[in-house]
């Protein structure tokens, strides 16, 4: 799914009106008939008592009249307070001579703000994408009374106050919603952890834009839904045997972190590579042979970390870093592996895939000469903190995205930002936003079971790294979700989602 901007947003509305023939107004109706639609599944008149909806002077607050009257027509308890200005939208005028006269309009003074008691059900129709700059005066004040009650709020479109796709001065007025309930397509400020709390929970409603403006209008910005990865997968053929799906090759594990080999190594089995070889310190030889039987292992002569390259001939796809440490003599190996990787032969022309993980990435970070051996397409997988050494700190979360775009194309290769909403960076500067996941996913080891899903899915022959890169997240991710329904997200440990790869994989292949 495509993320757009606020600009491109108000083109793909005036698309939407020309090609389907309808008015501004007809496709507000939609809008609002979404939200109210939206809002009545989630509260009965008894669960909303009277629902206070605070409507600012453009579309946005069109919006709010139009789901003010809706609203009383379905039972509703409603009023209605107006954010004075010199002018109004068009559609909000139509709206507004709408609204039956039962509904009570208050507007809103600086000293007469409208009283909002505990539990209140407020609808924020204040501003939406038209936002131009942050706000101040009255409008402001609203805000901040409306966020000092201890309402239940729900924000039309966007959290009034917060833009699209900009970040915020860091003292703004920004409604902090409960829910947002959004149209057509997610927006940029979603995504973002700075905004959490602005946004809550946040809801996509489908009101008939035109397919044919979002397909070709061109963005950086993508959320890797259900559909997005639809048969990404090709059908294991019958008489496939283990050598079609590769044969990869893990190297981790130190002393006392062997448990990081381990679950990488579990989750590249069930990922579905054909054969997987570990490369582990001489103290993990025993813990990797006995918990992972269907893997071969070859011990390196040092004991408590890796200190030598094999031969790299045999493999489809190397994965560094899980557990690994960052001796010095590791750091020769992760040297030599970029410049052996690089180098094509006649068997395999293009570089080795490879995926680089925690201490692996650590120690880019600390040598970072070695960013310039990196092959094309290589991926990489850091936390914020871990990106952070490879690059600067970031300002906020939008000049993060900057600083991983910038990365991915300088280095030509697929990063992946680990956190809620992963976000993958192409070597084209195409940032893809991941959909799936749960906080259960914040401990320890869930990264290295990310390394391994990867591992499996870029030793595939059938699959290009990107594909193989977003159905590897997305599937983790799912994988996470389905094990906390077992679990619950505290009791959540790395293990649980290595144990539903397999299932997430199937239900990925299922969907058409
Ligand atoms: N497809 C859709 O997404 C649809 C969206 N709709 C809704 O329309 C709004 C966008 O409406 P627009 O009129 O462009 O903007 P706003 O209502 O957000 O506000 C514009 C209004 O406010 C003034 N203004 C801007 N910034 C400030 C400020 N800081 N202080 C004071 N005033 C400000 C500006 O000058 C304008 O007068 C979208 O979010 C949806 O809710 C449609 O209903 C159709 C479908
Ligand atoms: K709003």
Redesign the pocket.
């Known amino acids: 799914m495509k993320i757009l901007t606020a600009a491109q ?2 083109a ?2 005036q698309a939407t009106i020309q090609e389907q023939g309808i008015t ?1 107004a007809q ?2 109706e939609r ?1 609002a008939s979404a939200f109210v639609e939206w809002l009545s599944h989630q509260f009965d008149s008894n669960e909303a008592g009277e629902i206070l909806l605070l409507c ?8 709010g009249l139009a789901a003010a009257r809706l609203l009383h027509q379905a039972g509703y308890a409603v009023r209605v307070a107006l954010l004075p ?1 010199e ?1 109004q ?1 068009a ?1 909000w005028q139509h709206n507004r001579q709408q609204l039956p006269a039962a509904v009570p309009v208050a507007e809103m003074e600086a000293e007469k703000l409208p009283e909002i008691a505990s539990g209140t059900l407020v609808v924020d129709a204040l ?10 005066g009255l ?1 402001a004040a609203v805000v901040r009374h409306l966020n000092k009650a201890q309402a239940r709020v729900v924000a ?3 959290p009034s106050g917060l833009f699209a796709e900009a970040p915020q001065p860091a003292d703004s007025a920004v409604v902090r919603a409960q829910h947002t309930v959004s ?2 397509l997610p927006k940029l400020a979603f995504l973002l952890p700075q905004n959490a709390d602005f946004v809550g929970a946040w809801h996509v409603e489908d ?1 008939g ?1 035109s397919k044919r403006f979002i397909n070709e209008t061109a963005t950086p910005w993508h959320y890797t839904d259900a559909a997005a990865v639809a048969g990404a997968l090709p059908p294991r053929p019958k008489f496939s045997h283990k050598g079609t799906f590769g044969h990869a090759l893990l190297l981790a594990g130190s002393r006392g972190k062997m448990g990081a080999a381990v679950l990488a190594a579990g989750a590249c089995l069930r990922g579905g590579v054909g054969l997987l070889t570990a490369h582990v310190p001489g103290c993990g030889y025993d813990i990797f042979q006995i918990s992972q039987p269907e893997a071969m292992c070859l011990p390196d002569p040092q004991v408590a970390y890796l200190s030598k390259l094999p031969k790299l001939d045999a493999y489809q796809a190397v994965g560094i870093g899980p557990g690994l440490g960052q001796a010095e003599a590791t750091y020769t190996v992760l040297r030599k592996l970029l410049k052996n990787a690089a180098k094509s032969t006649e068997k395999r022309p293009t570089p080795l895939p490879l995926v680089i993980d925690a201490d692996a990435l650590n120690l880019l970070g600390s040598h970072r000469a070695l960013l310039k051996l990196l092959p094309e397409n290589t991926i990489l997988t850091p936390h914020p903190k871990e990106f952070e050494r490879l690059t600067e700190p970031a300002r906020d979360d939008y000049h993060r995205l900057e600083l991983l775009r910038d990365f991915a194309t300088a280095h030509r290769c697929l990063v992946v930002l680990k956190g809620a909403y992963t976000c993958l960076a192409t070597p084209t500067g195409e940032l893809h936003f991941n959909s799936t996941g749960n906080a259960g996913m914040a401990t320890g080891g869930s990264g290295d079971v990310l390394t391994g899903v990867l591992l499996a899915l870029r030793a595939h022959a059938q699959l290009p790294a990107f594909e193989a890169v977003r159905l590897s997240v997305y599937a983790h991710g799912r994988a996470g979700d389905l094990a906390a329904v077992h679990t619950g997200q505290a009791g959540l440990v790395a293990g649980d989602i290595v144990r539903h790869i397999g299932p997430a994989l199937a239900e990925v292949q299922a969907q058409i």
């Open positions: 947003t108000r793909l509305d501004s496709l507000m809008a600012g002077p453009g579309n946005n607050g069109g919006d200005a002018k939208s559609d501003f939406g994408t038209g936002l131009s700059r942050p706000l101040e409008a039309i479109d966007l149209f057509g009101i834009l």
